[in-house]
């Protein structure tokens, strides 16, 4: 009698790696740019972090009647009561000073290096609508009207 060799093979067989080859695939095409790649999504939550951050100096303005001043550095935005930041503005948590920090390789670009806002909410000494730049993977926007303090 003949004995085959068939059950005494191990290995993979042509289905086994076709299935591997597919999923490995996959996780090239989609999680791993996003694993590497995060500059984009770090740009973009931190503008917004930002415009929360200058919506809310706003606010405290209104509800304490008294001036509120952000301080915009290409690296970070902290709250202060005045133009020096000697007197730390409190957070919404009730942190002080309050201060958001760009993620790396996510940078402001403001055209003014303080923003001032005064007892009633509105922006002091704008000429015009301010245009705070957001750099990192591309470029987001944080707008702040002249007249109202409008912040989108």
Do not use: W
């Not at 042509?14 to 490995?24: D, F, G, R, S």
């Not at 999504?41 to 100096?57: E, I, N």
């Not at 915009?72 to 009561?81: H, K």
């Amino acid at each position: 009698m003949l004995k085959s060799n068939r059950g005494s093979s191990r290995g993979f067989t042509m289905v086994e790696l076709i299935l591997v080859m597919v999923i490995a695939g996959i996780l090239a095409a989609v999680a791993v740019p996003r694993m590497l790649g995060r500059t984009g999504f770090d740009t973009r939550g931190f503008a917004d972090q930002l415009a929360a951050t200058v919506r809310f100096a706003q606010k405290l303005a209104v509800a304490q009647h008294t001036d509120v001043h952000v301080r915009l550095t290409a690296s970070d935005a902290t709250l202060c009561y005045d133009a020096a930041c000697a007197t730390p503005a409190p957070g919404p948590g009730g942190e002080k000073p309050y201060t958001v920090s760009a993620p790396t390789g996510v940078a402001i670009a403001s055209p003014v290096p303080t923003l001032d806002f005064d007892a009633g909410g509105r922006p002091v000494n704008l000429a015009a609508r301010l245009d705070i730049q957001v750099n990192g993977s591309g470029t987001h926007h944080v707008f702040v009207e002249q007249e109202t303090g409008y912040v989108h």
